[in-house]
């Protein structure tokens, strides 16, 4: 697979950095012919969340963009009302806490009482309450060109990652019509969707005309948060879970998985797809295309 070039990578704002330090470090061991061999493997590492003075949570995460992964978790989570001001996001990287301080008050013990572990990896959580605020979402009817989904899957799959350089890891991509926009990757996808909305919240971006691409499963979490951060479109490498389009019908959200190269599959808002290219003019997906990360 020919990697993408400087020119391919200009739409990015932010794009995976997988030499990077602190991401991997080398481990020594033996192949399946007994040989010594060095491979790269993905670090993880704790991160404790505090919002206020209330310790939230700890993730663990490969350690990239810790206040982008804060703030969005706690979004997504609904800790971050509409209307509240974060002052300002703190993060120590010898403690690795991170703390959001904010002009209200926090008051989240029973919410915390509620947390459950959900088919998330990483210690991936959602809370009690969660799905009581799809009630209010109301996600535009944005029609999707099936064309911008190839050029996409193509721009995202060429692109240099942790994903292709060491695998056990999740790619989470912010797009605008055929242009990738934010690349994040995290040990748990949950976090690289946090970090997503992180860094929407941060940066003031809206959501109703963006997609987001994903190289993990449809879960309900997945749909929940994508629909929550008011982004219409969700894509994935991988396949559903039948909640996840269940909840992805209910509000709305037009969700499609397993796209490799000519194929995809819709199973909720197809009625919003443009087919305006031929699937047969797509090139095929090479039978090694992505091995490395065919573990993520």
């Known amino acids: 697979m020919q990697l993408a070039t400087q020119d391919d990578l200009s739409d990015y704002i932010i794009a995976p950095d997988p030499k990077a330090a602190r991401l991997t470090r080398k481990v020594e061991g033996v192949d399946h012919e007994g040989q010594p061999m060095e491979i790269a493997v993905v670090e993880e590492r704790p991160l404790t969340i505090f919002l206020n003075g209330q310790e939230i949570v700890t993730a663990m995460t490969i350690g990239d963009y810790p206040e982008y992964l804060a703030l969005g978790f706690l979004r997504n989570q609904g800790m971050l009302r509409d209307g509240e001001t974060v002052q300002r996001v703190e993060y120590d990287d010898d403690l690795e806490t991170v703390v959001v301080r904010t002009d209200g008050q926090t008051t989240y013990e029973e919410k ?161 797809l443009l087919r305006d290219v031929d699937p047969s003019s797509v090139p095929n997906e090479d039978r090694k295309h992505r091995r490395k990360g065919a573990d993520a």
């Open 112 to 272: 915390l009482k509620k947390k459950t572990r959900t088919s998330g990896c990483a210690v991936g959580t959602v809370f009690g309450d969660m799905m009581e605020g799809l009630e209010a979402v109301s996600l535009p009817e944005v029609q999707v060109k099936t064309s911008d989904l190839y050029t996409l899957a193509a721009k995202i799959n060429r692109t240099p990652s942790l994903y292709l350089e060491a695998g056990a890891i999740h790619g989470t991509v912010l797009c605008q019509g055929d242009k990738p926009l934010v690349y994040m990757e995290d040990v748990g996808r949950h976090n690289a969707v946090d970090k997503i909305a992180g860094w929407m919240l941060s940066e003031g971006v809206g959501a109703g005309n963006k997609v987001l691409y994903t190289t993990g499963r449809l879960t309900s979490e997945m749909v929940i948060k994508t629909a929550l951060m008011g982004i219409p479109v969700l894509a994935s490498r991988s396949g559903f879970t039948a909640w996840g389009v269940e909840i992805a019908r209910q509000v709305g959200l037009t969700c499609i998985g397993r796209m490799r190269g000519q194929r995809f599959v819709c199973l909720s808002g197809e009625e919003r």
